[in-house]
């Protein structure tokens, strides 16, 4: 089954709606230019209202290790995701100290681009937009088929279109925020929506190869 985050989680109410319609994952964003961005006080709150079965991603952007590593150990995330300009030696310095598994995000500006991001040492990728966090969709046919290492796709995902970006490129997961808002707050009937499309589409390419 495609694998759901619904990132850029900041409030007591984003948590009601994620608890309702259980997806995979959440996303707490440190990143301080980022408008969703929630300090770790914060986040520690709200992974303490969170239901037991989803994990919750922490996105940092060019972040010390050391502050990482500390959301990590104190069990505030589960995950960790890079949107930044990290090297190689960043993240094989960062899984040294960790073992929360580590998604590196990818902008999918062109083949080159996503060539080259298939060799990191990361656990999973997350390929985006030329700017992550905009809402915007880009050329999903960058993404070749066969990518041994699990990957999610983002970048302008909504109820509209993530069947079509599911046909395309058969993620193993799937990364939305500002497609599940309404007024730049999350929508409860919005990811109740996304949600029950990508379940039901996993449904319907299940039964459709066993017949």
């Keep these: 089954m495609t694998k759901i985050k619904i990132c850029g989680i900041v409030c007591h109410r984003g948590i009601e709606a994620v608890?309702?319609?259980?997806?995979?994952?959440?996303?707490?964003?440190?990143?301080?230019?980022?408008?969703?961005?929630?300090?770790?006080?914060?986040a520690k709150t709200l992974k303490g209202r969170l239901d037991g079965r989803i994990k919750a991603v922490g996105v940092f952007v060019d972040e010390e290790i050391g502050s990482i590593v500390e959301a990590a150990?104190?069990?505030?995330?589960?995950?960790?995701?890079?949107?930044?300009?990290?090297?190689?030696?960043?993240?094989?310095?960062l899984k040294k100290k960790t073992k929360v598994p580590l998604i590196k995000a990818v902008q999918a500006s062109s083949p080159e681009e996503v060539t080259r991001a298939l060799s990191?040492?990361?656990?999973?990728?997350?390929?985006?937009?030329?700017r992550p966090g905009s809402g915007k969709t880009f050329d999903h046919s960058l993404i070749p088929q066969?990518?041994?290492?699990?990957?999610?796709?983002?970048?302008?995902?909504?109820?509209?279109n993530v069947e079509t970006v599911m046909g395309i490129c058969r993620p193993f997961g799937l990364d939305v925020s500002s497609g599940v808002e309404t007024s730049g707050q999350k929508d409860e009937e919005k990811i109740r929506k996304f949600i029950e499309t990508v379940r039901k589409t996993d449904h319907d390419n299940e039964r459709m190869a066993r017949i």
């Design 19 to 42: 608890n309702l319609f259980l997806p995979d994952y959440i996303g707490f964003v440190f990143a301080k230019e980022s408008r969703r961005m929630v300090t770790l006080e914060t």
């Design 73 to 93: 150990n104190q069990d505030i995330i589960d995950l960790i995701q890079l949107h930044g300009r990290e090297t190689e030696d960043y993240i094989n310095k």
């Design 120 to 130: 990191t040492s990361a656990d999973m990728l997350l390929f985006d937009s030329q």
């Design 146 to 160: 066969g990518i041994r290492k699990p990957f999610f796709m983002a970048g302008g995902l909504n109820t509209d």
